[in-house]
Nanobody, 121 residues
Framework: QAPLVESGGGVVQPGGSLRLSCAAS????????MAWYRQAPRKQRELVAL???????MYGDSVKGRFTISRDNAKNTVDLRMNSLKPEDTAVYYC???????????????WGQGTEVTVSP
């Protein structure tokens, strides 16, 4: 079972909105930060937004004021609300969490398989 499962990607017109969701499976626990990254074709993966277990957030410069990250610690879920989408937001979006897993004695980074977002007229 994948440690993180994303949903909510799709095709949207410029200026539109999408909401991505990510749920942690029962294979990871004691999650500290959760985040969204993205990778566009021929580009490196970049941080979009991060939220700590205490609710502190940080955003990549290109999405500040347009995207909002939120999480539910009880459900181990993290959402990304994306508004005013631009063609340059087109990418595969990955959910990330720092957590422990059964049988692993240290905190590690875990990833979802990604969900594709396309912003196009």
């Amino acid at each position: 079972q994948a440690p993180l499962v994303e949903s909510g990607g799709g095709v949207v017109q410029p200026g539109g909105s999408l909401r991505l969701s990510c749920a942690a499976s029962g294979t990871i626990f004691s999650i500290t930060h959760m985040a969204w990254y993205r990778q566009a074709p021929r580009k490196q993966r970049e941080l979009v937004a991060l939220i700590t277990s205490g609710g502190k957030t940080m955003y990549g410069d290109s999405v500040k004021g347009r995207f909002t990250i939120s999480r539910d610690n009880a459900k181990n879920t993290v959402d990304l609300r994306m508004n005013s989408l631009k063609p340059e937001d087109t990418a595969v979006y990955y959910c990330n969490a720092a957590a422990f897993a059964v049988g692993v004695d240290h905190e590690d980074d875990y990833w979802g398989q990604g969900t594709e977002v396309t912003v196009s007229p």
